[in-house]
């Protein structure tokens, strides 16, 4: 059973730049397909972003694409996302997991883009 932890949230200004982090437990990441999720208040969990398990390839959802970085570091179990010119729309609370959203998800770590 894999446990993921958020961290990187903040409140921000439009235009303004973060880095999540997230580090697994429980499994070796280094095997696995790795995403990046966010929920908007009532809105259902999208996805934002994946990376392969070597970390060549990377995809985004079309809403961030120039603007967010999908990477990873698999000797420390963990995925990033840099995320730049962020917009008020990204306001979320964003989750890491795999491919296949294994259950429990973490806590998430929340994103405020607002002035």
Request: glycine share 12%.
């Amino acid at each position: 059973q894999g446990q993921f932890v958020e961290s990187g949230g903040a409140l921000v200004q439009p235009g303004g730049s973060l880095r999540l982090s997230c580090v697994v437990s429980g499994f070796n990441v280094r095997y696995q397909f790795m995403n990046w999720y966010r929920q908007a208040p009532g809105k259902e969990r999208e996805l934002v972003a994946g990376i392969s398990t070597g970390g060549r390839a990377m995809d985004y959802a079309d809403s961030v694409k120039g603007r967010f970085t999908i990477s990873r570091d698999n000797a420390n179990q963990a995925i990033y996302l840099q995320m730049n010119n962020l917009r008020p729309e990204d306001t979320a609370i964003y989750y890491c997991n795999t491919l296949g959203a294994t259950e429990p998800w973490g806590q998430g770590t929340q994103v405020t883009v607002s002035e």
